[in-house]
């Protein structure tokens, strides 16, 4: 299976793109029914020209109405007890925003359970306003047998909840529900480091080769005393442990006890490995003597795992190293890292329905995992393509429900305008504004480099309709012209982008706007770009355009020369529907035209 990102609803995609058994690792982030409004934040590389560009992503409020009923009534229809649990809850809470919430979480975790390999397991993340009723929603789904944890994460050390007035301790952590899909799952044990107090307490010894170590006993009770463990592969074997040897072949004779180096045992006691292995202990020394001469076993910090992994997680947060996208639920990639790490092996396949900004997707290339991503937010696309390019520049993958083709662009534009808009703005490399009303004009922006010391700004608008005229290239002028005024950047420019050929008229009415020189030379002060063109290889035409990415990271630096030592940072981004490598208009180039922008997993597979 090939790593690959979906957009669109996961619902729909998990149904007809997602089959059978084929996912080894789930982890889903989702909304939390806490009403709030999230908003995607794009860090400005110079707040004294731009501000941050704030930018709705997703409202995480789930109301009751035709289509939440529409998803409960497919919900009852399904055998299980799924259907009971919701119509329980709908007893007890009636047809209200959670309700609504939970009825679209069951709807999705019946699909992602067919979805989960018998060996797999799934890790929901969620916080206390609707934990206790998805772990009701999974156990009837799973069973309450493979119920693994509940795992709570400190998320941070403190919240402003009670500064607020709101009477109420602050929410400082999230919960992680983990379930299994059968009796055999995946599971790599993972440890935790031990507490520098318990380290000095009990490893405080140290032999003459500088090992911290702790005393161990070699002794056993005379229950079961008898009978010798062999450390080294952790496994009784059949000798008696009371008999004594001079040589290797005298001790192989029961019927006679034994000392080691003239010591017995005290008394009642009896030797707790066999004298093979004492004199391997002895050899590699791991031995020591007290002053009356008895034997005590060493065990050395550095040969400790530490301590198993408990469910309740303190000890990760943002390090001063993250690159915080502005994503408003970006979660550690710490915290991926060790979800993946216990619960999947490499080569495997790990799926986020709700990827966001794409944690789980960097945690996965990086580990060797194969990674599937769905999101509903073009913008979510957008940031995860800048974040897996800037992070591993030779990644592959495939791209589903985004237009692949002039074609299923042209689609896009005519069933869903305002998906359009968001395509084509983050298919050339901006950002979206994430208003679809009252922009002013603006759907879209961007930077780029306009000195190697200097960045400028960039401003483009969107026509998925017919009707062109000239008026519209004069307005996107004198917005660029209003804005050069407001932010005073003198080399700001504007991007006429149009679904369909613009008139002569446009293309002259673009040139009267003049040039801008860069350090790099001249360029138009407004531009227009064709979807044709676009898929003809076209991109704006500046220096080097900095990706979400790079300008978080220039924001956040003190020196803006610095900035720019990676050429790698400088490099003119790739467009979103050629994320593929080139591997993307292959795959749907002969695919029916009722699939014009994602198809199937049978079409999928058929086109190799």
């Given at each position: 299976m090939k790593n690959a990102f979906y957009f669109g609803d996961n619902l729909h995609i998990l149904r007809e793109y997602i089959p059978d058994e084929s996912v080894d690792l789930i982890y889903l982030d989702p909304p939390f029914n806490s009403n709030a409004n999230y908003n995607l934040l794009f860090k400005s590389p110079d707040k004294s020209k731009w501000a941050d560009s704030q930018i709705a992503t997703f409202d995480d409020t789930w109301s009751w109405g035709d289509a939440a009923e529409e998803t409960f009534e497919d919900v009852l229809a399904m055998p299980g007890k799924a259907a009971d649990v919701l119509s329980s809850l709908r007893l007890i809470l009636g047809t209200n925003d959670m309700l609504a919430y939970l009825t679209m979480m069951i709807a999705r975790l019946l699909e992602l359970h067919r979805a989960l390999k018998p060996s797999g397991s799934l890790y929901l993340h969620c916080d206390p306003t609707a934990s206790h009723y998805l772990k009701i929603v999974l156990d009837s789904i799973f069973g309450p047998g493979q119920f693994g944890s509940e795992i709570c994460w400190?998320?941070?050390?403190?919240?402003?909840?009670?500064?607020?007035?709101?009477?109420?301790?602050?929410?400082?952590?999230?919960?992680?529900?983990?379930?299994?899909?059968?009796?055999?799952?995946?599971?790599?044990?993972?440890?935790?480091?031990?507490?520098?107090?318990?380290?000095?307490?009990?490893?405080?010894?140290?032999?003459?080769?500088?090992?911290?170590?702790?005393?161990?006993?070699?002794?056993?009770?005379?229950?079961?005393?008898?009978?010798?463990?062999?450390?080294?592969?952790?496994?009784?074997?059949?000798?008696?442990?009371?008999?004594?040897?001079?040589?290797?072949?005298?001790?192989?004779?029961?019927?006679?006890?034994?000392?080691?180096?003239?010591?017995?045992?005290?008394?009642?006691?009896?030797?707790a490995y066999s004298l093979t292995n004492m004199k391997i202990m002895a050899h590699e020394g791991r031995i020591r003597h007290t002053y009356d001469g008895m034997p005590e076993y060493k065990r050395f910090l550095d040969e400790m795992p530490g301590v198993p992994l408990q469910d309740l997680w303190s000890d990760i947060s943002f390090q001063k190293g993250d690159k915080r996208l502005g994503y408003p639920t970006q979660k550690p990639i710490t915290l991926l890292q060790r979800i993946l790490e216990t619960s999947s092996n490499p080569g495997d396949v790990v799926l986020d329905p709700f990827c966001g900004c794409g944690t789980t997707l960097h945690a996965a290339e990086e580990l060797g995992r194969k990674w599937i991503g769905i999101d509903v937010a073009v913008q979510s696309m957008h940031v995860v393509q800048d974040r897996l390019k800037h992070h591993f520049p030779n990644v592959k993958y495939d791209v589903f429900g985004i237009p692949k083709s002039a074609d299923g662009a042209m689609w896009l534009a005519e069933n869903h305008p305002f998906k359009f808009e968001?395509?084509?703005?983050?298919?050339?490399?901006?950002?979206?504004?994430?208003?679809?009303?009252?922009?002013?004009?603006?759907?879209?922006?961007?930077?780029?480099?306009?000195?190697?010391?200097?960045?400028?700004?960039?401003?483009?608008?969107?026509?998925?309709?017919?009707?062109?005229?000239?008026?519209?290239?004069?307005?996107?002028?004198?917005?660029?012209?209003?804005?050069?005024?407001?932010?005073?950047?003198?080399?700001?420019?504007?991007?006429?982008?149009?679904?369909?050929?613009?008139?002569?008229?446009?293309?002259?009415?673009?040139?009267?706007?003049?040039?801008?020189?860069?350090?790099?030379?001249?360029?138009?002060?407004?531009?227009?770009?064709?979807?044709?063109?676009?898929?003809?290889?076209?991109?704006?035409?500046?220096?080097?355009?900095?990706?979400?990415?790079?300008?978080?990271?220039?924001?956040?630096?003190?020196s803006a020369r610095a900035a720019f030592k990676n050429p790698r940072d400088l490099a003119q981004r790739e467009m979103l529907l050629a994320i593929a490598g080139g591997k993307a208009q292959e795959l749907t180039a002969e695919l029916p035209e009722d699939v014009p922008v994602m198809p199937s997993f049978r079409e999928r597979r058929a086109a190799g």
């Open positions: 400190k998320r941070s050390s403190a919240h402003n909840d009670t500064a607020q007035g709101l009477k109420n301790f602050g929410h400082v952590h999230d919960t992680l529900l983990y379930y299994r899909k059968s009796r055999k799952w995946v599971w790599n044990a993972q440890f935790t480091p031990y507490s520098e107090e318990y380290t000095g307490r009990d490893y405080k010894l140290i032999d003459e080769t500088g090992r911290r170590f702790r005393r161990g006993d070699l002794t056993a009770a005379k229950d079961g005393g008898d009978v010798s463990y062999d450390w080294r592969v952790k496994k009784p074997v059949a000798a008696r442990v009371r008999w004594t040897a001079d040589t290797d072949d005298e001790w192989l004779n029961p019927k006679r006890g034994w000392e080691y180096k003239a010591v017995q045992p005290y008394s009642g006691r009896f030797w968001e395509w084509a703005v983050t298919a050339l490399g901006a950002m979206h504004s994430g208003k679809f009303r009252g922009d002013g004009g603006i759907d879209g922006t961007f930077y780029y480099l306009t000195a190697s010391d200097d960045r400028s700004r960039g401003i483009v608008s969107v026509k998925g309709g017919r009707s062109l005229n000239p008026g519209m290239v004069r307005d996107l002028g004198g917005t660029v012209q209003t804005q050069r005024r407001l932010t005073k950047d003198d080399k700001a420019i504007g991007v006429l982008v149009c679904a369909h050929e613009p008139t002569k008229g446009m293309r002259d009415a673009a040139r009267e706007f003049g040039k801008v020189d860069t350090l790099f030379g001249p360029i138009p002060a407004v531009q227009i770009i064709t979807i044709a063109e676009m898929f003809a290889g076209a991109v704006i035409n500046v220096p080097a355009m900095l990706d979400t990415v790079t300008a978080a990271a220039i924001g956040r630096k003190k």
